[in-house]
């Protein structure tokens, strides 16, 4: 079943793993469309990564940290673990009839998204908890990899792990290819985005940081187990970024990529410190291939960052104009 969900994904990573290193110089990002944007990201990759360069930076410093929904793979008309929690909320609703009549669980059952997005940040976090609770890690993981191997979007008609952007897939292969680290830093669960990471992105779990919720440690009739409790341990959205970057890394990045204003401050932190440093911005401009949205968005929603790139020195992507493709090819 695994090895069906990834397939697409994974035979592109080896594509790109296995091209020699000359054939990545000459183009190393063939799904990106010439121009300044994409001249930005090589000249930055060449100068740190050239001995003669005088913006030489060693291996041990080459660290990128990517944010997931939005920058990785697609966050429209929801976030996908949001999509995840619905789900979870409408399968365990027989056990849960006070959610009949309590919000957000009402809307969630409802499908009532206008409501649910009134809830915010909140009630966004209480669906997570009550559904993402009560198991032990491994049992999770295989929840969200059963769910991930059924589940698709209703307008691209594939499963999400086939929604990730190919052009961002180069990228994470550019960059591991010229002795880079990558790392995903997500608002998203930790061990919901761990799951996929590898076979779809390359990242093992232990380059991926995120929220979480608490978990504690029991004896089992002599099995020690870990148990996911409902309750919220740690954000890994904007300030919440650079903090949990400083807990699971312990080292300032050289490069940042997001898309949205909740991307800010990892996006600042990492741009702010000595030496040559890279931010970018994914914007969604195309409405054909993806979707086109930035202030007015109620996910991923990016007003303060894009007003604050040209100041920063941040690349902003157009995703319209700068990527020659969006998705890898359909399975």
Not at 92 to 119: R, V
């Amino acid at each position: 079943m695994m090895t069906n969900l990834f397939r697409p994904v994974i035979a592109l990573i080896a594509i790109l793993v296995i091209v020699p290193a000359s054939a990545q110089d000459s183009d190393p990002l063939p799904a990106w469309n010439d121009g300044p944007t994409k001249q930005a990201i090589v000249d930055f990759v060449v100068k740190v990564t050239e001995p003669e360069s005088g913006d030489y930076v060693p291996p041990q410093d080459r660290v990128a940290t990517f944010d997931n929904d939005g920058t990785l793979w697609l966050e429209q008309p929801m976030y996908v673990q949001l999509a995840f929690a619905l789900d979870r909320v409408k399968e365990l609703a027989p056990e849960h009839p006070e959610w009949k009549n309590k919000q957000p669980f009402k809307a969630a059952l409802d499908g009532d998204m206008k409501a649910l997005a009134g809830s915010g940040e909140k009630g966004v976090a209480e669906l997570v908890m009550a559904t993402h609770a009560g198991m032990s890690p491994a049992e999770f993981q295989t929840i969200v990899s059963d769910w991930l191997a059924t589940a698709k979007d209703e307008r691209f008609e594939r499963g999400y792990t086939n929604l990730v952007y190919r052009p961002m897939l180069e990228l994470l292969a550019y960059l591991r290819s010229r002795g880079f680290t990558t790392y995903i830093v997500s608002g998203g669960g930790i061990e919901f985005v761990r799951n996929f990471s590898g076979p779809v992105y390359g990242i093992p779990p232990a380059q991926v940081v995120g929220s979480s919720i608490k978990t504690k440690y029991e004896d089992l009739d002599g099995e020690p187990t870990l148990i996911r409790l409902p309750e919220m341990n740690f954000i890994d959205d904007k300030d919440g970024k650079p903090i949990g970057i400083n807990q699971h890394i312990g080292q300032r990045p050289i490069a940042a990529f997001g898309n949205s204003d909740g991307d800010y401050q990892m996006l600042d932190w990492t741009t702010s410190g000595e030496g040559p440093r890279l931010g970018l911005i994914v914007h969604h401009t195309d409405a054909e291939r993806e979707y086109a949205y930035d202030r007015d968005s109620t996910f991923g929603r990016l007003d303060k960052a894009l007003d604050a790139a040209p100041d920063k020195g941040w690349i902003v992507v157009d995703m319209k104009n700068d990527w020659k493709e969006v998705f890898p090819p359909k399975e």
